[in-house]
């Protein structure tokens, strides 16, 4: 199963081709740092993608943040048999979180005030829980066919192209 992971200020987010996965909030004033990224948010994302089938292959893809590529990270990766889809730098283009799941995501909670961060981030797991399973569908299609291209044009940029 391809995942893709994006950590946006409070949240982490997993999405499948079959739609959300699950939403971990970061509590607190805390941030985002490797040892909470790979003690408290994969252990979740992966009991979640394994609670049918314990031995389910899976795929993840995020960026390059310091979290996702410290070495407690990678440790935890490989113990859990979990393989890494490699990203390159500096291309949102390749990224489904940012062609796709934030504009639509942003466009749904455009010009609503939250009085709590706890809050914005209810807000923002009801908007992703709401996406149909053919969109996330869709989105993931998109994101293989621009790498298709990002192979094709060598790592150029190929959004107009």
């Not at 639509?104 to 209810?122: C, H, M, T, Y």
Request: glycine share 4%; with cysteine; aromatic share 12%.
């Amino acid at each position: 199963m391809f995942v893709h992971g994006v950590l946006q200020k409070k949240v982490a987010t997993f999405v499948s081709k079959t739609g959300h996965v699950t939403t971990i909030p970061l509590e607190g004033q805390r941030t985002v740092n490797a040892e909470w990224y790979a003690s408290i948010c994969l252990p979740q994302v992966v009991s979640e993608l394994r609670k049918e089938n314990c031995n389910r292959r899976i795929i993840l893809h995020h960026d390059n943040a310091s979290s996702h590529t410290a070495h407690r990270t990678k440790e935890f990766l490989e113990q859990e048999n979990i393989e890494l889809l490699d990203h390159p730098p500096y291309s949102p283009d390749l990224s489904p979180n940012d062609f796709y799941t934030f504009p639509k995501i942003k466009n749904k909670l455009r010009g609503q005030r939250f009085s709590s961060p706890e809050e914005a981030v209810d807000a923002y797991k009801t908007a992703i829980l709401e996406t149909p399973t053919s969109e996330w569908n869709g989105c993931f299609n998109d994101w293989f066919h621009r790498m298709e291209k990002c192979v094709k044009f060598r790592g150029e940029y190929f959004e107009k192209q």
